[in-house]
């Protein structure tokens, strides 16, 4: 098993590391950069779980190698919002609007959020469920979240009025 | 492992606190079991058998134990306390030895200083089996040659209520089947053991039910329970499937034997082999009544399938059979039930435990008995309705609220909200949303919409005299409570419920939660919709204690510097059902009604369900906001089991196990869920008179969506989960 070396920016900030060509983005942020949030639920790309932004785009980790993140610029929940200790608009909503329940899957949904409204500020019902159903939920039946996704629309317009 | 404090506003019983654990849940903070970690850790992975059935001739372990970086190998012969365990009956091997009895039955574990490196090293262990013909029937287990020193029969139970030979003018009968439903929680099993000096061990673990874990461990260890000190990590949901042990004693085991930490982190595809699933079960029913539409007699003979161990099956089947013939005033009833071992997947505990399966059974025959009497479905229903004062069929009088004409009125007159109206526009309607979404979209002049109405109830708390008290400590300190509950959190919300009940008995705005550990007396399980009442219970009491104990010093002018008390609540005791399957078994039950609209696309057989309303009786509402995401939540599971949620299992081998190809609902799948009414009579004897309401929603809102794809189809609807042929062919 042969090292490589990787460098890519993690919340900011600029990590360094070796890891083996096989090693998925989620278990390098996970066990090499203890950035735990990223949670892993399925393996295989389906559960969304361990959602991360790279390059400002929304993916699963657990579908990317680590090697293949090398240079680039990614996002995770724990830096997801404004500034260390502060909720950002997405994870104040989810915690207003009750839109977890376990919290296993909300790091995934969060960062999947984060992504959709940037992109679509003002989304219809249909467009946000159509959005969300990338990500499993066990616990909470999804109406809470979808609930969460119009208070984050509000709470990032009162922010930027 | 997480200590968590109140937010600044402080709210008490009956409203809509926020999760305590809620911020370090969205800032991706809050340790799960999975994300655990210790200085110097190894990884434990387990060795399963590929075998339903078969003899193993012999194990070597060198190969593995030679592996540089393997620190061990252990197998049966390495257990040093009790080689089976089990939490109603130690039946099921730490290690299978002699024998394996499913697919996914651990035979060895090993620890290495790499995940790869001991997934690499189970593969290097040698077994040799010699194959069996596996028992996959779970008819035929009733009478075949046993596939355990225990016997096939993990329970039969006969239920003789009045007179069994009473008949009605009307008759009628069917046959029904339900599929192995899998918890799918989304947090895998997971746990950290780390070796203390004094060669007991510490145990972090994802779990429902810690001192289980904790006791049967000890057990098996060999030590004393106190040497084994067990805390719930973070849990990613239960839903039943963390009630039994998986990965408990192997941990330990290597933990204790290489003396270091040691971590293991279940994969998926090892998840759906390394819990319990829901039980699938085959129901023969047949109804009796007066032309009036009174219901004369119920008849029903359930076969549930246990799998190779007995788990909690014991307890699902009485459920299956207690409310086996639904809500409704039963005069006479013949309830006869099996649980039986096969060499399927172990089945145990599931949200709504048994009452699941008969209500898809006992609901579909209402509607056949109101078709035949030609009486309005939901009247019928109402005419039969159970009421407080009333006997249900195992003799037992109902003591407590039994709202059960108020959910079914508050749930049939309920508005339809829009887009689920029943003559809908529906060749306007967004291609998503209809049968078949994106992939396979229906016509939509090929599309019907229908109806579908169930009723059900369940116990609550743990029946047939099982006492499953609950402890909770208090600490009152410079006007700071501490709470220490040994309950596990693994979603429902009790976290916050406990902050409430503290703040309201004693004033206090500041209430922090100790970890849940096995420091304190047993909370016993997060299950049974019991949590609210017996470990809010528990809450309450010492609260109560604490506070006599800080007005009456108050009062003599003798103030102390700290309170603390320890109260254990014990819910009214229980009976044992008799031969005839009569006792008062249960504490308490709760009622809920479902009503569903379904799309169907007739040509291809695919189903949307477009919205669910329901009215629950809930006692009363101690946190609005949890009641509603529980109830949500809880429709989500029914709403699967009737449409996707199927573990396929063939000669006792999982052939789904993914979630690529075992299908949960998602957003799009999700109908909206409306909430007609939450009918609040409280309940004497519960902690301010709240039912639990947890497994409600899952029970009847199976039933109502099967009951609407028969109304569209005009098909039997048979058996749940509905499957494309089962509509077209």
Known sequence: ?161 | MTTTRTQARAPRVGESALRPDGIPKVQGRFLFGNDLWADGMLWGKTLRSPHAHARIARIDVTPALAMTGVFAVLTADDVPGSGVFGLEQADQPVFASGVVRYVGEPIAVVAADHPELARRACEAIVVEYEVLTPLVDSQAAITAAAIHPDGNILRHLVIRHGDIDAIGDVVVEGIYEVGMQDQAFMGPESGLAIPDDDGGVQLFVSTQFVHADRDQTAACLGLPPDMVRATVAGTGGAFGGREDICLQVHVCLLALRTGRPVKMLYSRDESFVGHVHRHPARMEYRHHARRDGTIVKVEARVVFDGGAYASTSSAVLANACCFGAGPYRVPNAFIEGWAVRTNNPPCGAMRGFGAVQTCFAHEAQMDKLADALAIDRVELRLRNALEPGDTIITGQRITGTAPVAAVIRACADAPFPAGAELDPDSESAPMLLRPGGAGRTADARHVTRALGFAVSYKNLMFSEGFDDYSTARVRVEDGIATVHCACAEVGQGFVTLAQQIAREVLDIDEVVLAPADTHVGSAGSTSASRQTWMSGGAVEGACRLVKAQMEADAAAGTVQRVYEATFEHHHAPTQRLDENGQGDAHVSFAFAAHRAVVDVDRDLGLVRVVDVTTAQDVGRVLNPVQALGQIEGGIAQGVGLAVMEELVVDQGRIRNASFTDYLIPTALDMPTVTVAALIEEPEPGAPFGAKGIGEPPTISSTAAVAAAIRAATGRAVDRVPVRPDDLLF
Do not use: W
């Open chain 1, 1 to 161: 098993m042969t090292d490589q070396a990787i460098a890519i920016t993690v919340n900011g900030e600029r990590r360094k590391g070796r890891t083996e060509a096989r090693t998925t983005l989620a278990d390098f942020l996970r066990d090499e950069l203890a950035l735990t949030g990223t949670h892993v639920g399925c393996e295989h790309g389906v559960c969304g779980a361990c959602t991360v932004l790279l390059d400002g785009e929304a993916v699963r980790s657990c579908l990317v190698l680590a090697v293949q993140a090398d240079g680039a610029d990614i996002t995770t929940i724990e830096g997801i919002g404004p500034e260390p200790g502060r909720l950002g608009p997405v994870q104040q909503a989810f915690m207003e609007c009750h839109g977890l329940q376990c919290g296993f899957c909300t790091p995934g949904f969060v960062v999947s959020v984060t992504s959709f409204l940037a992109e679509q500020p003002a989304p219809t019902d249909d467009e946000i469920r159509e959005m969300l159903s990338g990500n499993i939920c066990r616990c909470t039946g999804y109406q809470g979240i979808v609930a969460a996704v119009h208070r984050a629309t509000e709470l990032i317009e009162e922010a930027t009025a």
